[in-house]
């Protein structure tokens, strides 16, 4: 078996669905496609800066342990950060209200005051890059298709378990910004349980977050124009830990039978990333018995 020190990547562009500007698709492929010819497809939010990691978190996997994996795909933009900041934004988010777009005040400096691209992105990874990935590499799996989302990233990958549980067959939900719009995705709960039951097989869904994310910083981030008060209040106000077990709890309420959450300790928002992309991968693409 070969193990090369640098993970195999093929890239493509695809047009953006908004009609300017494009995709940048990355794919890192499964060395070994096991016996039957399917390998499960693991699709990266934020892939500009979560594909990589990924991609050789899933390579030793399939190497060191010859355990399962995933061929993995990112979706990135390759613009520069600030750029990329409010790209994501305005695909990631529901439709911001207007009480909602109040309550951000100056952190639109950072992130950008386009929103509500959730639905029209969720059919473009749907209808646009699965069809695309499999096309391009049949040992795509079209039945086995992971969704990993970190911030909002994980508001987007929450938004679409609760409004398309059938889009893909594992959700793993990282440090979502189930805040946004003052906690406005809860109102798609009630809906959920019938979703639900119109599927011939549930979706499976991981939902983690690091255990210092809900700890009052000291210093403003870089980027942010707003106060150390200010930062604070919206750290107390996202309630980033607690809220995880609570939309745990929510989902099997709801009827969803196969639901985890991890909070991970020691970690903050950007320190979890790879504990939870390992654990992730783990939950998704579990060892046989």
Do not use: C
Not at 20 to 40: C, D, L, M, N, W
Not at 187 to 213: H, M, Y
Not at 217 to 223: I, R, S
């Amino acid at each position: 078996m070969s193990f090369p020190v640098q993970v195999p990547v093929e890239q493509f562009e695809l047009p953006h669905p908004r009609g300017s500007g494009t995709f940048k698709i990355s794919v890192s492929r499964v060395a070994q496609v096991p016996e039957g010819g399917k390998v499960p497809v693991l699709f990266v939010l934020d892939g500009d800066m979560g594909f990589a990691l990924a991609a050789e978190i899933a390579r030793l996997r399939g190497t060191m342990g010859a355990q399962p994996t995933a061929m993995v795909v990112g979706i990135g933009y390759s613009v520069d950060y600030a750029e990329f900041a409010k790209l994501r934004t305005a695909d990631l988010t529901p439709p911001l209200s207007a009480a909602g777009r109040e309550a951000l005040g100056k952190m639109t400096s950072f992130i950008g005051d386009s929103d509500g691209g959730a639905d029209a992105f969720l059919d473009f990874l749907t209808q646009t890059l699965a069809p695309e990935i499999e096309r391009r590499y049949p040992d795509a799996s079209p039945t086995d298709r992971i969704l990993f989302g970190h911030s909002l990233g994980g508001l987007f990958t929450a938004y679409a378990l609760l409004t398309r549980p059938e889009a893909f067959s594992t959700f793993l939900v990282n440090s979502p910004s189930l805040w946004w719009d003052g906690f406005a995705i809860l109102s798609q709960l009630p809906g959920f349980a019938a979703k639900l039951a119109g599927l011939d097989r549930q979706p499976r869904a991981l939902i983690g977050v690091g255990a210092k994310e809900q700890d009052l910083p000291t210093k403003v981030p870089p980027g942010l124009e707003m106060t150390l008060a200010d930062v604070q209040a919206m750290v107390t106000m996202s309630r980033m830990v607690d809220a995880v077990p609570e939309f745990a709890a929510a989902l099997r309420d709801g009827g969803l039978t196969d639901v985890a959450h991890i909070i991970y300790d020691g970690e903050d928002h950007g320190s979890v990333i790879p504990v939870a992309m390992m654990r992730g991968l783990r939950f998704a693409v579990p060892n046989p018995d």
